[in-house]
Nanobody, 124 residues
């Protein structure tokens, strides 16, 4: 049984930083494409960041590029999302996702496994 468990969300003032963690069980993150998505109230789930199996490729949405960093710790079987210079528009539920492979980063349907989500709220 595959489980992805996110943690590290919370309430932060604009300009602050948070780090989300995604601990995987049932899969080895080094063998999967890993991604982070987010969904704000009333909006569709959107791609935030992704990292390839070999770590040679990362991808970010334009809205977070230069502020967020995705990384992976294979020994801990964990994927991270470091979020700096947070803005109120970053407020959303953040989801970790995994896929054996993807043809494109952004479509949520490309990803097979999903976590339950972690709330991030950024106040102005």
């Amino acid at each position: 049984q595959v489980q992805l468990v996110e943690s590290g969300g919370g309430l932060m003032q604009a300009g602050g930083s948070l780090r989300l963690s995604c601990v995987a069980s049932g899969i080895t993150v080094s063998g999967y494409v890993m991604g982070w998505f987010r969904q704000a109230p009333g909006k569709e789930r959107e791609f935030v960041a992704g990292i390839s199996r070999s770590d040679s490729l990362t991808s970010y949405s334009d809205s977070v590029k230069g502020r967020f960093t995705i990384s992976r710790d294979n020994a801990e079987n964990t994927v991270y999302l470091q979020m700096n210079s947070l803005k109120p528009e970053d407020t959303a539920v953040y989801y970790c996702a995994a896929a054996p492979n993807v043809k494109a980063w952004s479509p949520a349907f490309e990803f097979t496994y999903w976590g339950q989500g972690a709330q991030v709220t950024v106040s102005s």
